[in-house]
């Protein structure tokens, strides 16, 4: 037995993080027994363990998805935890020692904040020289930036982080950074400190109406340098005014134009004294953001002379980063670079970027030089390069892929290729839009984090990383702008110039990704600690359904509604057909439903009354104003029936109907989708779990547009935001909001993990100590393989269709967890399994493989591409046959126009299609 994974809030031994409501959790592996008898967790300010600060004693009240530990914490003070465990089987294993360190917490700055005397816009470094007399034993460094900053001492950049101090709503929370200084300090002697500054997300134009200075027009810094000798002598170096400020080399940089390298300007650096700067220290909160940080690095895989003549670069995957490159040019000489998702006609193309430049120039010294961005990124396959076309020089340039540090703890794979490349594309998608905020898109004037997006991502991500800390921040963020807007939830986290915005479905972020991390990590701190942003957010619809005649509807105002989905009736091409009140209203439901559950979960039993009483008043509102009385929906869209479902609209004895009309609307439209953001990060699940597994398949495998395979099969890397972000010719379809990199409909992967895989959490024991494995195969995918290192440990889940049918699946249940079984067409009662490895082997009944026939239901033979080729071998255009028809078999309709085909040929037609398999 072996314990692994102690964690500290979620984070692997946090150095100078915000640990508020402090908690230990861990995983158990290598066990015989089944599940935790006792645990014991210790805590010491002593790496050896030796005098202790905290001891549980060996108890059986032990959760390990989060025990709280109760110390009362001193800044700047490293601790060390250990945990001890007994199994039921008394086997008994002891963890390595892991580690927290605390913040500055509520200690006074001895720094005081500087600024420069250069001019608000000219970007500068500040540089302080000082002197060590002792080798060093310990240095950290506890330093934040108005906007974007990066420390270097003796000329080494401290630690590997881009973007510090991350994007907050600054008005409120400045977040800063505890960095271990140790390694640049070793040796006694004179050290040099800089510091340089950029705009980053603080000050210069960002947001989408391209507002300047969102929350500050000037630069600011702050650090404080605490240095130990071996003796324990402690010196403190803090920014005041006998720091110098100089011009920095980078002389420009802005998230969407990109950056200007002057190196010159440090060969003949001007300093002045830095100047106090009067800004309070309320503010300021230890970081609880991951760090950006660089990931893969890629080298071209082509380069490009296009009929343009320019020089491009490809690099085979469209990512968020940037390109990197060493070269020596004569002094004067400009490298630039430009970036793009896409060519047209063979050249170099970013019309769909908008007003963001996307650029990078290099104004040469005539030194060689390493040339990398610091304070911006961009999202890009392609690099146009003007300057240097010497193949052997580009050959070297390399692309790193940049984003938040966040470890993988899912994968998912199936015996089709091209499901493959979507899963990688919807992972490269998160990757892509995990910079620091969960953003829409990397490359074009926006990268903001806006709240559908995130939400309807949200659980695919949590599937395929560990992502709590990333949303708690974005949660925090979001909470934060609420107190200014009444319990609004803006558009985007943080709002920029947005404040003032808010409507359904984005707004639900506030309740659904709190929700989903308690569901996915069993924690109950975090609905605690969002429970007043949650609660705000109801309450404000609420005020709004008061304030227009109380009928438990959200029936005013502007909602985004099924946004872009395809079944628009006022001919919009944003907005799809699905009546916007019944969206709103559905969601008003599901938040509210929501809230009643945490609150009870919270022990608030006023509030879970009071809650549960809306939710029902709710959805008796919404059945009365869509259904009827017999269970037909008004809203005769996909995601209309979609919504009812997912969110348990209907009545009970409505569902089958509910289920078999999505089922006819799909098939009336053979079998394509028409969902935007709202319906298709529920269609595959609802179908699958309501009769129609068949239908989800479908969607997942057709190749034409509107599909997911059909961007895959014009060579997509990445998840696009439109069905029909580039046109079967190539030919970007739009340029006005247009991103080939944009992960909401990527949220299918989700469906993957719990329908294709089967794996799901429960409500009733969160985190995965309970799992409900339920996979749903179809024959047309012959294998399934996950993997998902969840709080509790990891399952496995893997299964194949025999070529007779016969199904095997493999489970695999971590130690302390539990899961209900349900395998498919068995025929017999889910099971319940305890932690192991199980197999199965059997003949389903009904059987998965499908046979095909004349007697086969047209739709079942157009589902498959060796079906449709038959036909068509025997004359018959399987698109030419009425939609109508889909359920009709051939013999029905064989003397129709369109397939009149003779009873000799007939029986020839049914031997070809039996052979298919
Ligand atoms: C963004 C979105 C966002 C939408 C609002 C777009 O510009 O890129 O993905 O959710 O606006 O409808």
Redesign the pocket.
């Known amino acids: 037995m072996k314990i692994a994974q102690v964690k500290i809030n979620h984070y692997e031994n946090p150095l100078g993080y915000d640990l508020e409501n402090l908690r230990v959790s861990y995983k158990i592996c290598d066990a015989l027994g089944k599940k935790q008898k006792q645990a014991r967790i210790l805590v010491s300010i002593n790496p050896d363990m030796s005098d202790s600060v905290y001891d549980s004693g060996a108890r059986e009240d032990i959760d390990n998805l989060g025990f709280l530990l109760p110390i009362d914490l001193m800044p700047r003070t490293r601790y060390h935890v250990q945990v001890e465990s007994w199994s039921d089987a008394n086997e008994y294993a002891k963890s390595e020692i892991f580690w927290f360190e605390t913040a500055k917490l509520n200690e006074v700055w001895e720094a005081k904040w500087i600024g420069s005397p250069l001019g608000k816009n000219t970007p500068p470094v500040f540089e302080k020289e000082f002197e060590t007399f002792r080798e060093c034993q310990k240095a950290r460094i506890y330093s934040t930036g108005l906007g974007m900053y990066e420390i270097y001492i003796d000329g080494q950049k401290v630690g590997d982080e881009y973007f510090a101090p991350g994007c907050t709503n600054y008005e409120d929370r400045i977040q800063y950074q505890t960095y271990d200084a140790t390694p640049y300090l070793k040796n006694s002697g004179v050290h040099k400190i800089e510091a340089y500054l950029a705009d980053g997300w603080y000050k210069g134009r960002f947001g ?1 109406r391209g507002r300047e200075n969102n929350y500050g027009d000037d630069y600011a810094f702050l650090a404080e340098i605490h240095i130990f000798d071996k003796y324990g002598n402690e010196t403190v170096i803090g920014t005041d005014e006998t720091w110098l400020a100089r011009k920095s080399e980078i002389t420009f940089s802005s998230i969407y134009d990109g950056e200007i390298y002057e190196p010159e300007i440090k060969n003949s650096p001007k300093f002045e004294n830095a100047v106090l700067k009067n800004i309070g220290f309320e503010l300021l909160t230890p970081r609880n953001c991951e760090p950006v940080c660089i990931h893969e690095k890629i080298s071209p895989v082509q380069i490009i002379k296009t009929p343009a003549g320019e020089t491009v670069l490809d690099f085979g995957q469209n990512m968020s980063g940037f390109v990197r490159f060493a070269c020596k040019i004569p002094k004067g000489e400009k490298v630039t670079l430009q970036y793009g998702e896409i060519l047209q006609n063979g050249n170099f193309y970013r019309d769909n970027l908008r007003s963001a430049k996307a650029e990078y120039t290099y104004i040469s010294d005539g030194n060689e030089h390493e040339i990398s961005p610091h304070f911006t990124y961009y999202g890009f396959r392609y690099a146009k390069i003007t300057g240097i076309s010497n193949e052997e020089i580009l050959k070297k340039f390399e692309a790193a892929a940049l984003y938040s540090d966040i470890k993988r703890v899912g994968s998912i794979k199936t015996s089709n290729e091209k499901v493959n490349r979507l899963i990688q594309n919807s992972e490269w998608g998160q990757r892509s839009n995990f910079v620091d905020v969960p953003t ?2 990397p490359q ?1 004037d ?1 990268r ?1 984090g ?4 995130t939400q309807v991502y949200c659980k695919t991500a949590l599937f395929q990383t560990d992502a709590y800390n990333f949303y708690r921040k974005y949660l925090k963020d979001m909470a934060s702008e609420q107190k200014h807007t009444g319990g609004a939830v803006p ?1 985007v986290i943080p709002a920029f110039e947005m404040r003032g915005d808010s409507c359904s479905v ?1 707004g639900d972020a506030a309740t659904i990704i709190p929700w989903s991390l308690y569901l996915f990590y069993g924690d109950i701190q975090i609905l605690s600690e969002q429970y007043e942003s949650m609660k705000a957010w109801v309450d404000y619809i609420y005020s709004i359904d008061e304030q227009t005649g109380g009928k438990r509807l959200w029936s005013t105002g502007f909602h ?1 509604g099924d ?2 989905g395809l079944d628009s009736e006022t001919g919009t091409d ?1 907005k799809g057909g699905t009546d916007d009140t019944y969206i709103a209203s559905a969601y008003y439901f599901n938040s509210a439903q929501i809230l009643a559950k945490s609150a009870a979960l919270l022990g608030k039993s006023g509030d879970a009354q009071k809650y549960g009483k809306l939710s029902d008043e709710i959805l008796a509102a919404i059945r009365k104003e869509y259904f009827t009385s017999t269970g037909r929906l008004a809203v005769n869209t996909q995601t209309g029936y979609v919504l009812a479902l997912a969110f348990g609209l209907c009545p009970d004895f409505a569902k089958e109907r509910i289920a078999a009309d999505l089922a006819q609307k799909l098939k009336l439209n053979k079998v394509y989708l028409k969902t935007g ?1 709202v319906g298709t990060a529920y269609i595959c699940k609802v179908l699958s779990d309501n009769g129609y597994n068949d239908l989800a398949y479908r969607l997942l495998l057709n190749e034409d547009c509107p599909s997911w395979l059909y961007a895959v099969n014009m060579g997509a890397t990445t998840i696009w ?1 439109r069905w029909n972000s580039v046109l079967p010719d190539g030919k970007i379809s739009d340029t006005g ?1 247009n ?1 080939l990199n ?1 992960y ?1 409909y990527g949220s299918v992967v989700e469906w993957m993990y719990r329908s294709i895989a089967g794996l799901n959490p429960t409500e009733q024991s969160p985190g995965f100590k309970e799992a409900i494995i339920a996979p749903k195969p179809d024959c047309r995918i012959k294998e399934a393989e996950m993997s998902y290192d969840s709080p509790m440990g990891t399952y496995k889940i893997c299964w194949k269709i025999e070529d007779d049918g016969l199904f095997k699946l493999k489970v695999e249940i971590p130690f302390g967890a539990r899961a209900e079984l349900i395998l498919p067409n068995a025929q017999k009662e889910p099971e319940i399994l305890a932690s192991g490895v199980y197999e199965y082997s059997y003949l389903p009944s009904p059987p998965l493989i499908k046979t095909y026939g004349i007697s086969s239901p047209i739709n079942e033979l157009l589902q498959k591409k060796e079906c449709i080729d038959v036909l068509s071998s025997f004359g018959i255009d399987a698109n030419a046959i009425p939609a109508a028809l889909a359920d009709s078999t051939i013999v029905e309709i064989k003397h129709m126009p369109f397939i009149s085909i003779t009873d000799e040929k007939l029986k020839e037609l049914d031997f070809e299609l039996n052979r298919i398999k």
Do not use: I, P
Not at 450 to 453: E, I, K
């Open positions: 989408l829409d898109c074009r926006e903001m806006w709240t559908a997006d558009h984005w985004f946004w872009l944003v953001f935001e909001m991103s944009h909401a």
